[in-house]
């Protein structure tokens, strides 16, 4: 059986809020009550001399209106229809009616029922927002004189009495004035509190948000070390995958080593703390609140050194780029010059001299490349390549290196499909193949090269049967100048990582492998 779905809220009037319509409802209680009170009143003195003769079945037939009018406003009030303002005037006008009815069947009740149209006046002008107190108070004025008037005229009222009614008219316009003063002062408070709640709310989700966003974890905890926030970046910071609950949970219940940090941090301290997940600084700000509260800001020094090493690397790669292009025309120079000794050369001696000339050459000329490629890395032009396409490409790599035919032994399926630029994976697969056949034992099935698909992504492998890499040389490997090789440069793996990155692709070395094992993993296309 399902669950009964919410009620559905009540349709709100432009121009007022939920809490005019509570009023009015408040309002509507008191005349029920007071329509009860009448009621009653009717039934107990009907045949006494409190009313005028034959006056009291007049008496009794007003109250029961009031009392069926007042039970029909409760309907309008909760459906909110016809509009506010309506309702209310409908009210007042039933109130000042049937109450001028029954005072005109008794000279002794006129002048108390007189004071409950007062409270009418003063109710309806504190409801409604003081807009139309004055003109209830005019229709109540002109009632109670047309009413004192026909009493005259019948002859059970005195003239003396007009007084008595005018200073209760003037009442009911004084009453209606301070409502009208009272009840715009409090709109004008009303609407600057909702105001300052909405710029309140506004405040609290752009905060909400900020800290949600923040690369730092945040926690706020209370002088007694109980938690009263925890940011999503702070539990996973410090790896707390139980619940967080607010004014509840205890620091030291989620992470023991930070509670024992901040009872010993002063405030503005900062300290680092190691974590499963990495290294932490912690630094902790106080709060101005009599319960020693302080929020406590967690710092991945991972990031933070990342975004150092990224900072290097560009100031590193703009600075290469401007002696790259300052090397090659000697670098030409120097190279053409080799080639003129080695043609004039008359013994082994000058010939051999001239081959490190130019051997040395073609190595810079090399590194100059690679750096200068690094900083066109941006520049990505995708095009699509099929399984016939990677495998003339590694064709022509292979030929190029001077590697056997047999040396590679290729795998892949003939619908993969990606899309990658055509200089960057020529760029990458080459520096993978070379390093492959460099490290490999140079035998028949050293090299191989496999492609499997795993969901939106296609992961190429190279691996050869080499001796593999260290365990303390794999967290180098994608380091800029790092190389085992004293006739590398220490920038073929670290360029092929950020062209990879550049394509939306990921290279990243596979540990378990017999010899050295790189993967690619490529965006598939359809």
């Given at each position: 059986m399902?669950?009964?779905?919410?009620?559905?809220?009540?349709?709100?009037?432009?121009?007022?809020?939920?809490?005019?319509?509570?009023?009015?409802?408040?309002?509507?209680?008191?005349?029920?009550?007071?329509?009860?009170a009448l009621v009653f009143t009717g039934l107990l003195f009907v045949d006494s001399d409190l009313f005028r003769a034959g006056a009291g079945e007049l008496f009794q037939a007003s109250a029961y209106a009031y009392l069926l009018?007042?039970?029909?406003?409760?309907?309008?009030?909760?459906?909110?229809?016809?509009?506010?303002?309506?309702?209310?005037?409908?009210?007042?006008?039933?109130?000042?009616?049937?109450?001028?009815?029954?005072?005109?069947?008794?000279?002794?009740?006129a002048g108390g029922m007189g004071l409950l149209l007062a409270i009418s006046i003063a109710s309806g002008g504190l409801v409604g927002s003081g807009r139309l107190a004055l003109l209830y108070a005019a229709m109540a004025s002109i009632a109670v004189l047309l009413q004192h008037s026909f009493s005259l005229l019948g002859g059970s009222a005195r003239h003396d009495s007009f007084f008595q009614t005018g200073l209760l008219s003037a009442g009911y316009f004084a009453i209606g004035w301070l409502a009208h003063?009272?009840?715009?002062?409090?709109?004008?408070?009303?609407?600057?509190?909702?105001?300052?709640?909405?710029?309140?709310?506004?405040?609290?989700?752009?905060?909400?948000l900020a800290i949600e966003s923040s690369p730092d974890g945040l926690l706020a905890v209370q002088g007694d070390g109980i938690v009263r926030h925890a940011s999503p970046r702070a539990l996973t910071l410090l790896g707390v995958s139980q619940a967080v609950t607010p004014g509840v949970t205890r620091l030291d219940a989620c992470s023991p080593d930070l509670a024992k940090l901040a009872e010993r941090l002063e405030p503005?301290?900062?300290?680092?703390?190691?974590?499963?997940?990495?290294?932490?600084?912690?630094?902790?700000?106080?709060?101005?609140?009599?319960?020693?509260?302080?929020?406590?800001?967690?710092?991945?020094?991972?990031?933070?050194?990342?975004?150092?090493q990224r900072l290097k690397l560009a100031a590193l790669g703009r600075l290469t780029a401007n002696i790259a292009h300052e090397i090659r025309n000697p670098l030409s120079?120097?190279?053409?010059?080799?080639?003129?000794?080695?043609?004039?050369?008359?013994?082994?001696?000058?010939?051999?001299?001239?081959?490190?000339?130019?051997n040395n050459t073609r190595r810079l000329d090399r590194l100059v490349e690679e750096v200068l490629s690094l900083n066109r890395r941006d520049r990505v032009n995708p095009v699509s390549f099929d399984a016939a396409a990677l495998e003339s490409l590694l064709d022509e790599l292979r030929q190029t290196e001077e590697i056997p035919a047999d040396a590679v032994i290729v795998s892949m399926p003939t619908s993969l499909h990606v899309q990658f630029d055509p200089d960057?994976?020529?760029?990458?697969m080459w520096n993978l193949l070379r390093n492959a056949w460099r490290f490999s034992r140079k035998q028949a099935g050293s090299i191989r090269v496999g492609a499997q698909t795993a969901g939106d992504t296609v992961q190429l492998e190279i691996e050869d049967d080499g001796p593999g890499v260290s365990a303390e040389h794999r967290g180098?490997?994608?380091?800029?100048?790092?190389?085992?090789?004293a006739q590398g440069t220490g920038l073929g793996l670290f360029l092929a990582r950020e062209l990879a990155e550049a394509n939306h692709a990921a290279l990243a070395y596979v540990p378990g492998s017999t010899g050295a094992c790189f993967r690619l993993g490529m965006p598939r296309s359809a």
């Open positions: 399902s669950a009964a779905a919410p009620p559905a809220p009540r349709p709100a009037t432009p121009g007022y809020y939920a809490s005019h319509w509570r009023s009015l409802d408040y309002f509507n209680l008191y005349r029920l009550t007071l329509a009860v009018l007042a039970a029909l406003f409760v309907l309008g009030i909760r459906a909110r229809w016809p509009g506010f303002q309506i309702q209310l005037t409908a009210h007042i006008t039933t109130d000042i009616v049937l109450i001028v009815l029954m005072m005109s069947t008794s000279e002794r009740l003063a009272l009840t715009q002062r409090a709109l004008h408070s009303e609407t600057l509190a909702q105001r300052q709640a909405d710029e309140l709310a506004l405040l609290n989700r752009i905060n909400a503005g301290e900062s300290s680092p703390l190691g974590t499963p997940g990495g290294q932490l600084r912690v630094r902790s700000i106080p709060l101005e609140a009599p319960e020693g509260s302080r929020v406590l800001v967690l710092e991945d020094q991972s990031q933070a050194e990342q975004a150092a120079a120097i190279s053409h010059a080799a080639q003129l000794l080695r043609e004039d050369a008359r013994d082994s001696a000058q010939t051999r001299l001239t081959d490190i000339i130019a960057h994976l020529r760029q990458i180098k490997l994608f380091e800029p100048f790092f190389t085992t090789d």
